[in-house]
């Protein structure tokens, strides 16, 4: 990039003089200040786990029981350590920079099979504090503007990224872990989503550096998670989420209900309740033939006997659902088979499926939360989270603030809106964010004649879009748009994505041949559905015409305010001005 072009994009200076406008205020930032950093640098060491490939999950367990074997190699140290390839000291390891191979052995969650592991320990780099401590302009380690401006937000990386594995050290230990957010099942107030599913709470940490030092972000995040239910009580809220009318009894006869089921219930973990030791597995399939169905061989091949048979002759149990299927779990080539009611679904599994509109809907409204309500919210996090008190935190001398950053701020006097034909004497103020022009006219409006439609809603009739249509019309003639009551084209059904296109290229051909160009598609959208970014992309970038789509259920319950919204969006769309800023509150940047 050139010297000239950087310098055309540079946005405008702070004002050396302090602000004057508005109402001063006192904000709350949802930052903590990190108090204490460690005194010396930090020891980075490459951890290799074999055999590789397991989950990060099982790595922890591996080097936690590598710790607890308290091998004098390891110098009674406390490391921490980030469940793939990293581990961080706060002195070196006495076996220095030579790379050493440990032996573990572990007996993993829900097995009774004691397995070894190779653990090896590789020393990397010393993480250094010195340049962090320059970068932030410490009082201690304070540097000139010229030498500081040398520093790059990368050179500081790698400590960054070590301080961060030490804060997350503690709550990784205590909380479900999902990207950068822990969790934990709530205690009461339980947002059910149905299907089997629930919201849960949680929060994000984050280390950032400040211009007023290092800052601790957290916030609070929500995600859904499975219920751990009884694998038949999840079956009933997902049969009763979708409708699916069955008596689970007689078992699953509809190979539909069968394919809803089984892609409800494949992948998830479920702990088999009947043993008598605890065993978890993952779902792979559900069986084509009900339980009491499914034969296998026992007695050294010497009898067959059904998967329901087998548990009332081994473990003394009558199924309640011998007609239901069964999960298949582990290894595929195993076979291995339990009926539903003998299993649960594990507790902590997050939900990774793309969720349905309205259940997306129902988790935002359940999860907004007032500032007030979002700030008390936050700290009770921090309290639980209890960083301070972490032994990692110890180890390396690191200690946060438990209050939020304060920072000055002002509420701007909010501009007066100019409208269509407007003086100053009658502008809008805007009241609390909003304003009301009903009664007056946009500023610079457009002629809508020559526009299609393209109906997908079969809920909405042909009469309820001309009714709709028609209050369109009022509603336009109220802001000063001229729009014609009837489209020129008007496709009545669902048609294919191929087919929308090429009618739309074969309308917008015609109409330029008449000398009369539609200027603007509309789509009336039975929800939400790809045919959306279809449509869109295919206006805004072959044709180059604008576009508008409205939900179905909209166009039946339509009203007045609806419709002038509408009207906002389309007059801006097609070139028109719906309201200017009063000429004399316009800052001179503009």
């Not at 011998?322 to 902590?348: D, M, N």
């Not at 999860?367 to 309290?383: C, F, G, I, S, Y």
């Not at 006219?441 to 809603?457: M, P, Y």
């Amino acid at each position: 990039m050139s010297d000239n072009l950087q310098q055309s994009l540079r946005p405008p200076s702070r004002p050396a003089a302090p602000a004057t406008c508005g109402k001063r205020i006192r904000l709350y930032a949802n930052h903590f200040h990190v108090e204490k950093l460690p005194s010396n640098d930090i020891h980075h060491y490459d951890v290799t786990i074999s055999p590789e490939k397991i989950p990060k999950k099982l790595n922890k367990a591996i080097i936690a029981a590598l710790l607890s074997t308290g091998d004098q190699r390891l110098g009674g140290q406390r490391p921490v350590y980030d469940g793939t390839a990293n581990m961080y000291c706060s002195r070196p390891f006495p076996f220095d920079r030579e790379k050493v191979v440990f032996e573990v052995t572990l007996v993993e969650e829900g097995s009774i099979v004691e397995k070894r592991y190779q653990v090896a320990l590789k020393w990397v780099s010393r993480v250094s504090m010195t340049i962090l401590k320059q970068f932030l302009g410490s009082p201690a380690e304070r540097m000139s503007r010229q030498q500081q401006s040398m520093i790059a937000v990368e050179d500081i990386q790698p400590t960054i990224q070590a301080l961060d594995v030490i804060l997350r050290y503690g709550p990784a230990s205590r909380y479900i872990a999902v990207g950068r957010s822990f969790f934990s099942p709530p205690d009461s107030q339980i947002l059910d989503l149905g299907g089997g599913m629930a919201v849960w709470r949680g929060f994000h940490l984050s280390m950032r550096p400040s211009m007023w030092g290092l800052q601790l972000n957290i916030d609070v995040s929500s995600t859904a998670f499975y219920k751990g239910l009884p694998v038949i009580d999840f079956v009933k809220e997902v049969m009763k989420d979708r409708n699916m009318r069955f008596a689970l009894e007689s078992g699953i006869k509809n190979d539909r209900d069968r394919m809803v089921i089984k892609r409800e219930l494949k992948g998830l973990k479920v702990e088999v309740t009947h043993l008598s030791y605890s065993k978890t597995t993952r779902v792979i399939d559900l069986s084509s033939k009900p339980a009491n169905q499914i034969f296998f061989k026992v007695d050294d091949d010497q009898r067959e006997i059904s998967v329901a048979d087998y548990m009332k002759e081994a473990y003394n149990i009558v199924l309640k659902y011998p007609s239901l299927p069964c999960l298949q779990v582990g290894a595929k080539e195993k076979k291995t088979f339990y009926p539903f009611e003998l299993c649960k679904v594990a507790s902590g599994q997050r939900v990774t499926k793309k969720l349905g509109d309205r259940v997306a809907a129902q988790m935002i409204k359940g999860t907004a939360q007032a500032a007030p309500d979002r700030k008390a919210t936050v700290m009770e996090k921090l309290r639980q989270a209890n960083l301070n008190g972490s032994d990692a935190m110890k180890e390396f001398g690191i200690s946060v603030n438990q209050e939020m950053v304060k920072v000055g701020g002002r509420v701007l006097d909010a501009p007066k809106i100019r409208h269509g034909g407007a003086t100053a004497r009658d502008s809008i103020v805007p009241r609390n964010g909003v304003w009301d022009y009903r009664g007056k006219k946009l500023r610079s409006t457009v002629q809508l004649k020559t526009w299609v439609l393209f109906n997908f809603d079969t809920r909405v009739t042909g009469e309820q879009l001309s009714t709709f249509f028609k209050l369109m019309v009022v509603c336009a003639a109220d802001d000063g748009i001229v729009l014609s009551p009837s489209p020129a084209k008007f496709n009545d059904r669902p048609i294919s994505q191929g087919e929308m296109e090429k009618r739309m290229h074969d309308w917008y051909a015609e109409s330029v041949a008449a000398n009369n160009p539609i200027q603007m598609f509309f789509l009336v959208l039975p929800g939400r559905t790809p045919l959306y970014g279809s449509f869109k992309r295919h206006c805004d970038v072959e044709l180059g015409i604008p576009s508008q789509c409205i939900q179905g259920s909209n166009v039946l319950r339509a009203t007045r305010q609806l419709c002038h919204n509408l009207l906002l969006k389309m007059n801006a769309k097609l070139g028109g001005i719906n309201f200017v800023i009063e000429p004399d509150m316009k800052h001179p940047f503009f």
